[in-house]
């Protein structure tokens, strides 16, 4: 019995020092993900703020060519259409 008294501490010292180390390798591991985890959220972010500003780029390149000046610019000048006469024009009704 008093070997088994001795060997009872040392046992608990070395699942201690067991769930030390396991404790110590799951903190680096967590720490290294959340560092993949950061820079992956940066380019995503990166990203996103590229894709804002080509967007906003798209709406003005939009609105420039949609306004009513240039569409009867280019329905004179190169589709030569022409306005129609009033006699030309028909109204229908439901």
């Given at each position: ?33 959340s560092r ?23 709406q003005i ?34």
């Amino acid at each position: 019995m008093a070997t088994a008294r001795k060997t009872q501490p040392l046992l608990m010292l070395m699942v201690l020092a067991i769930v030390c180390v396991i404790s110590a390798v799951a903190l680096v591991y967590t720490k290294h993900e959340s560092r993949d985890l950061f820079v992956e959220l940066e380019q995503l972010t990166r990203e996103r703020d590229e894709l804002n500003i080509e967007w906003g780029r798209l709406q003005i390149e939009q609105s420039t060519w949609a306004t009513h000046g240039r569409i009867e610019r280019v329905a004179l000048e190169e589709l030569a259409l022409t306005r129609p006469k009033s006699t030309e024009i028909y109204l229908i009704e439901k």
